[in-house]
């Protein structure tokens, strides 16, 4: 009678396995895609991403290259949420905003070495990151949050403690290199670069420890509301943790892939259309905030606000002090020009910015007046960047 117990519950344990593994194939379906495209590109060399001539196989590529990139984002804040889920906050949106900046630094680094030398292509990318994440995405994750919850809390002293870096680090890498006087421009001179990219660094791990070990408690919510909504979160389909982290390293290296090649169309599309350079960095930002703007929603509209204040406030602070530091690099090991200070109505614009996310997020509690705010910021940025 043993034997055919034991066979029958392994039958019974493959026939389970089963749907679960057809499942994960169809979950992971975007995988096979983006390796695939992938594979082409690099087999093609340069004849795919370098068509000038044809406007419209320029356009093809341009789209086909953003679709694939998006989709595989997509999986990235899937599988970081899964790991959020088995890691506990705040590794799991550390993770995730780790992913995504190392997405930006391949997508910039690429750009400024292809063609003519744009030397306000990194600040362009930046500042579009900070004007996306800090008044587009927390707007709409604040007014969608609002209109559901209609007010929504979150732990004020980690709010305090990203907004702090963020200013300061903003200030010093955007706003200070316009009032320097040692090169002509808003530069800066080598000592004041190299002074710049080790500070950033400093910082940011500074602040990675008291996030991920001294003060930990800070980035977690703490509210009655916090422990309604686990349950939630739960609703993922989760699997082990290496999993998980496997299928997080094979769609990032695939997004890194197709990044670096969607760098250069993306380049020759804005010298084709004569459109502004400053559209070349929003499209960047956009890509590279993809997956945490749909963490950052989804957690919103789970009543999970201080997950997404995590999400959006560490990809800003993660991307000035990381993303500095690397475009500051690329500068001066190939000599080319680098301008970082924020020139125009954009300098008002940041600062308004910066000053706004501090009275937003003054108290311990938001509702759908501060989403409007920051949205109108968010209007204001895109306007600028068509008619400065």
């Known amino acids: 009678m043993l034997a055919p117990m034991s066979v029958k519950k392994r039958r019974d344990r493959q026939a389970q396995s089963a749907p679960h593994l057809g499942s994960a194939i169809r979950n992971e379906f975007a995988l096979a895609i983006a390796w695939g495209t992938a594979a082409i590109f690099f087999a093609t060399g340069s004849q795919l991403v370098e068509i000038v001539a044809h406007p419209v196989a320029l356009i093809v590529v341009f789209l086909w290259l953003f679709v694939i990139i998006l989709w595989s984002a997509i999986c990235v804040a899937r599988h970081?949420?899964?790991?959020?889920?088995?890691?506990?906050?705040?590794?799991?949106?550390?993770?995730?905003?780790?992913?995504?900046?190392?997405?930006?630094v391949v997508m910039i680094s690429t750009a400024m070495l292809h063609g003519a030398n744009n030397p306000t292509l990194g600040r362009d990318s930046i500042f579009a990151v900070i004007m996306i994440a800090l008044n587009g995405?927390?707007?709409?994750?604040?007014?969608?949050?609002?209109?559901?919850?209609?007010?929504?809390h979150y732990n004020l002293q980690g709010v305090n403690a990203y907004l702090n870096v963020i200013m300061s680090l903003a200030v010093l890498g955007l706003v200070?290199?316009?009032?320097?006087?040692?090169?002509?421009?808003?530069?800066?001179?080598?000592?004041?670069?190299i002074f710049l990219a080790v500070v950033s660094l400093s910082l940011y791990a500074i602040f990675l420890f008291i996030q991920t070990m001294r003060h930990r408690r800070y980035f977690v919510d703490s509210s009655d509301n916090a422990a309604g909504t686990n349950s939630v979160q739960h609703s993922l389909q989760t699997r082990s943790t290496p999993f998980h982290a496997t299928m997080l390293l094979l769609y990032l290296v695939a997004v890194i892939c197709l990044a670096e090649r969607f760098a250069i169309p993306l380049d020759n599309s804005i010298e084709k259309f004569n459109m502004p350079q400053a559209f070349g960095g929003a499209i960047i930002a956009a890509l590279v905030l993809s997956p945490e703007g749909f963490g950052a929603i989804d957690a919103s509209l789970r009543n999970q606000l201080q997950r997404s204040i995590n999400i959006l406030l560490g990809s800003v602070l993660a991307t000035i002090g990381l993303t500095i530091p690397a475009v500051v690099t690329i500068g001066l090991v190939t000599k080319r020009s680098v301008t970082l200070g924020v020139q125009g109505g954009n300098l008002p614009l940041l600062l308004l910015?910066?000053?706004?996310?501090?009275?937003?997020?003054?108290?311990?509690?938001?509702?759908?007046?501060?989403?409007?705010?920051?949205?109108?910021?968010f209007a204001v940025f895109v306007l600028l960047i068509f008619v400065p």
């Open 353 to 377: 910015t910066l000053a706004v996310s501090v009275v937003t997020f003054s108290s311990r509690k938001t509702n759908i007046l501060q989403g409007c705010v920051h949205l109108l910021l």
């Open 137 to 152: 995405l927390v707007g709409l994750c604040l007014l969608l949050g609002g209109m559901r919850y209609r007010e929504q």
């Open 176 to 193: 200070l290199p316009n009032f320097t006087t040692s090169t002509s421009g808003p530069t800066f001179s080598f000592e004041q670069a």
């Open 80 to 104: 970081a949420d899964c790991l959020a889920i088995k890691l506990g906050e705040p590794y799991g949106t550390l993770i995730l905003t780790l992913s995504a900046i190392s997405i930006e």
